[in-house]
């Protein structure tokens, strides 16, 4: 039953990356799947992906290779017809992700996109002739934030979180994951109700409305949002007890931050800084630095046998833990 569920999940994949009359050319590529996160397609340029901290080629065969020798090139046509597959032939209903650079699949996969801009009035009304695609696949890690759960709380409170990292490092699956353990609850704390802002889709990566990535049963989702307008109206309609958001920085963000944290709401946010003594140097972040908003600040980062990390306390003053 297992081996025929898996099939079942690598079929389901297969048909939304690619057409079914395209498969086999990738056969190598689904049968490393859960090793792959990248897959870069470039216009007459070698197809190259990317896993398990390497680069490798797919084969005109469809076989996986460490050599640039025979391997798949993908000519303007062929990435013509595969954004037909990930519009389902209506790129019209996808517009609006198109002109931000990218495309939200079932099942959380992200294609970036680049290519040629039509700019109108100083921003971007979309883009044609895609030259350029970044195939992110979506690997849940669930469990990857239980460690961390016994530092969370206090009393009866999800403390005020940050994740702080270097891009590729995990910070936006860590906060996918305390998202989805918050929300969830366990025998020891009940679980709370959570609004994610998720601007980008790639927390939940919602299809059509629907989290195609587990966030927990008491989530709600404000999908492809910016952020400031996303705070203002959960914190309006939605009463939560936990507003999550990925990448903070602005002076507007800042500030509403402070504001949910008056009116008793916790706070899971992420922002980019290689390490704690870059984030407390960089001067972008010295108002929220100011603030004190924050009771713990994550540090992640990425190493090949997983993630690494400290936490710093406010009210310790220190790091307090290694892991």
């Given at each position: 039953m297992e081996i025929q569920r898996n099939r079942e999940e690598k079929i389901i994949h297969e048909d939304i990356l690619f057409p079914a009359k395209k498969i086999k050319e990738w056969k190598g590529l689904f049968a490393s799947f859960d090793e792959i996160n990248e897959i870069r397609l470039r216009v007459n340029q070698p197809v190259l992906l990317y896993g398990k901290g390497r680069e490798s080629y797919i084969t005109l065969e469809g076989e996986l290779s460490q050599s640039e020798k025979d391997c798949k090139k993908i000519s303007a046509q062929e990435l013509q017809e595969l954004m037909q597959h990930w519009c389902?032939?209506?790129r019209y209903a996808y517009e609006q992700q198109i002109k931000r650079g990218y495309l939200t699949l079932k099942r959380g996969h992200r294609v970036g996109l680049c290519g040629e801009a039509v700019v109108k009035k100083n921003s971007i009304a979309t883009l044609k002739y895609i030259s350029s695609v970044n195939i992110r696949i979506a690997h849940e890690i669930k469990g990857v934030s239980l460690p961390l759960l016994p530092y969370?709380?206090?009393?009866?409170?999800?403390?005020?979180?940050?994740?702080?990292s270097e891009p590729g490092a995990g910070k936006t699956t860590l906060l996918r994951d305390l998202i989805r353990n918050i929300s969830q609850g366990s025998k020891e704390k009940k679980g709370r109700?959570?609004?994610?802002?998720?601007e980008r889709k790639e927390i939940a990566a919602c299809y059509q409305g629907i989290p195609q990535l587990d966030v927990g049963m008491r989530t709600d989702v404000l999908d492809d949002c910016p952020k400031v307008c996303g705070m203002e109206m959960v914190l309006r309609s939605m009463s939560p007890?936990?507003?999550?958001?990925?990448?903070?920085?602005?002076?507007k963000e800042i500030k509403l931050l402070k504001q949910m944290n008056k009116c008793?709401?916790?706070i899971l946010a992420t922002v980019?800084?290689?390490c704690l003594e870059d984030f407390w140097k960089k001067k972008r972040y010295e108002k929220?630095?100011?603030?004190e908003i924050f009771d713990l600040?994550?540090?992640?980062?990425?190493?090949?046998?997983?993630?690494?990390g400290r936490i710093w306390d406010r009210e310790e003053g220190k790091i307090c833990w290694l892991y």
């Open positions: 389902q032939n209506s969370l709380y206090e009393k009866n409170r999800v403390k005020n979180i940050l994740i702080l109700t959570v609004s994610l802002i998720d007890g936990v507003i999550a958001v990925d990448e903070i920085g602005g002076k008793g709401c916790s980019h800084a290689s929220l630095k100011k603030e600040i994550i540090e992640l980062t990425k190493k090949q046998d997983g993630f690494h």
